[in-house]
Structure formats: structure tokens, C-alpha cells
């Protein structure tokens, strides 16, 4: 039989996660308006991602990652993609999502009982690189003539291309977001730890 306190941790656990959705859903869909740089947007929506995938595990992770893929998708940016190979756009959207808020849960609990300012240091790393790692993956297997269309009328080479106009200011934002962000993290995790 669950206490009063049981009742009550699970209400601000769906109550934070409902919140940490929408806040995921929202930025997905908007960061689809910023591009710095090349083609690719900005992912603002790694940042609750990370939120969730420390405070409460793997697979909260992975539904935030779940919800800002959907919300990529929608997000006019990704058009260009749907144009190339629409199953292609959705795979990688997904998986890169799924799996970066999944990774970012897992670092999280297996550097916690070392350092847990480490561990959301390195959660808010692992983010951002295996959402952005998975992309690249993406490009070479869904897009690559495209890119290297693109790369061609730019006179640019494809790798040259895709890590320099595609990827590269896009994701430097995106990690050094997550890093600076590390702190308020790990305040929150404080504050939680302290109300159990």
C-alpha cells in the first residue's frame, strides 16, 4: 500500500515530467526557426532533455528525447530533409532523439554514486554529442548525395561541408548550452534530493 509520501513523490513526478514535456515540445519546435550557420537548427530542447534524463532515469530521457524528435519533425527546418527520403528524415529524427536523451540518463546514473556535479556535467555532454553524432550517421546513410550537392554548389568538399556548415556552429551551441547549464542542473537535483 503506497504512504501519503509515496503518493506525493509520484505527483511531483508526473507533475515535473508533464512540465519538462511541454517545456521539450516548445523549444523542439521553435529551435526549428534558428539556424546558425548551415542547414541544420538548433536543438534548444537538449537542455529539459538533460533536465529530465538526471533527475528521474534513462527512460524519462528517452520520452523527453521522444517528444523534441516529434516536435524537430514538425519544425519547418526539417522540410528540406522530408523532401530527400521522408522514412529516412523520420528514422534519424527518432533514434537521434530517443538515444541522446536515453544516453544522457544512462551517463547520469552510472557516474552518480562517484560525483553527481560530474555526472550532470557529463550528461549535458553526452547529449548534444550522440544527438548531433547519430545526425552525422543520418547524413551519410539517408543524405549524402544531397550533401553533397549542397557541398558541390558551395564549392566545398562533403565532409568538409557537412562538419563545417551542416553541424559545426549548431552543435558548439548546443554543447556549450548544455555545459553552462550544468550548474542549474545539479541545483535541481540538490533541491529534489533535499525534498525526499
Request: hydrophobic share 55%.
Amino acid at each position: 500500500m503506497q504512504t501519503r509520501k509515496d503518493k506525493r513523490a509520484k505527483t511531483e513526478q508526473l507533475t515535473l515530467m508533464a512540465l519538462l514535456t511541454a517545456l521539450v515540445a516548445v523549444l523542439s519546435y521553435l529551435g526549428g526557426f534558428i539556424q546558425i550557420g548551415g542547414i541544420a537548427s538548433v536543438n534548444l530542447s537538449l537542455i529539459p532533455v538533460v533536465v529530465g534524463a538526471t533527475i528521474f532515469g534513462p527512460a524519462s530521457g528517452a520520452w523527453l528525447g521522444l517528444v523534441s524528435a516529434i516536435g524537430v519533425l514538425l519544425a519547418p527546418a526539417t522540410a528540406v530533409f522530408f523532401e530527400v527520403t521522408i522514412l529516412g528524415t523520420v528514422v534519424v529524427v527518432i533514434i537521434k532523439g530517443v538515444l541522446s536523451g536515453f544516453c544522457a540518463g544512462l551517463a547520469y546514473k552510472l557516474i552518480e554514486k562517484l560525483n553527481r556535479y560530474v555526472a550532470v556535467v557529463v550528461s549535458s555532454i553526452v547529449c548534444p554529442v550522440v544527438n548531433t553524432g547519430i545526425y552525422i550517421i543520418g547524413c551519410f546513410l539517408f543524405f549524402a548525395d544531397t550533401v553533397s550537392e549542397w557541398a558541390s554548389a558551395k564549392g566545398s568538399s562533403f565532409v568538409a561541408y557537412l562538419f563545417l556548415s551542416m553541424v559545426g556552429l549548431n552543435f558548439v551551441f548546443e554543447l556549450l548550452a548544455n555545459i553552462l547549464l550544468s550548474p542549474s542542473v545539479y541545483s535541481l537535483l540538490n533541491i529534489r534530493k533535499k525534498t525526499k
